[in-house]
């Protein structure tokens, strides 16, 4: 029997009833009670891998989803620069006595994004930040200013509340991200975790064959990971089947038109 087969979740599915409500039929068998330790910490060491994979998986998902966002944070903050450019230069070249709202509007970007475009370098969390702090830098006055200004379908004072959503996402994205970092970070590796419940599976198994036969508490233990193991066998052999099927409807020449428009 190769307990090798089992996927790690079966594993630890197994041997935490031992460890649980279990424990004092475990404990009863002389035979197997002094590998408690040892299962306990195989087992524990199975689930902390398990917890770091998990963490893993959503770190790559968190960094897939910052990247979209980053995306629109960099456009959004492109947008709000160049617009406030292009009403600066209207107001300083075009509109007559215009230096006053010119000057006004610099004072605003400047505010907003003191260095400018450079803005969208920045780390996650520090991109974050800087929006924040920029939106409530905001006077009253400044608002009314931007709310009349207009962008696409909205306007100014509605795309920097947008910037400002897009970058607070961003940063706490950015948080979660080292909070999973820091979970599991002295973990085994996998297979040496899979390899330590294996043995210590084993052995409780070895052992209680040495146990009184038909004791119920032997059968309660034993049984499950038996049967587990013979399922997994079965859906292997099974895929085995399939995939040896597959490869051989693949490799066999297509003869189905060779005679075809031949007749006697």
């Given amino acids: 029997m190769d307990l090798r087969i089992l996927p790690t979740g079966a594993m630890t599915a197994l041997t935490a009833p031992w460890l649980h409500e279990q424990i004092e039929q475990f404990r009863s068998i002389p035979e197997i009670a002094g590998l408690e330790a040892t299962v306990k910490t195989a087992h524990e060491q199975l689930v902390a891998v398990q917890g770091a994979n998990l963490a893993d998986a959503a770190r790559g998902e968190i960094s897939a989803k910052q990247f979209d966002l980053d995306q629109e944070h960099d456009t959004l903050v492109r947008t709000i620069w160049n617009r406030l450019g292009a009403e600066m230069d209207w107001h300083k070249t075009i509109v007559p006595k215009g230096g006053e709202k010119h000057d006004t509007l610099a004072r605003i970007r400047d505010r907003l994004l003191p260095e400018g475009l450079s803005w969208t370098l920045r780390s996650y969390l520090e991109e974050s930040g800087n929006a924040i702090k920029a939106i409530q830098s905001l006077t009253k006055a400044d608002e009314a200013v931007l709310s009349d200004i207009s962008v696409g379908n909205e306007n100014l004072l509605d795309t920097i509340r947008r910037w400002g959503k897009v970058a607070d996402e961003l940063g706490d994205l950015e948080r979660r991200k080292v909070m999973l970092t820091d979970v599991q970070t002295d973990t085994p590796g996998e297979y040496d975790a899979r390899l330590a419940w294996v043995r210590a599976v084993n052995a409780v198994l070895y052992m209680l064959d040495f146990a009184p036969a ?51």
Wanted: aromatic content about 0%.
């Fill in 214 to 264: 038909g004791a119920p508490a032997v059968e309660t233990l034993r049984k499950p990971v038996l049967e587990a193991v013979a399922a997994q066998e079965q859906r292997r052999a099974a895929s085995e089947s399939r995939q040896a099927g597959a490869e051989a409807s693949a490799s066999s020449p297509d003869t189905s038109g060779e005679d075809a428009g031949t007749t006697e």
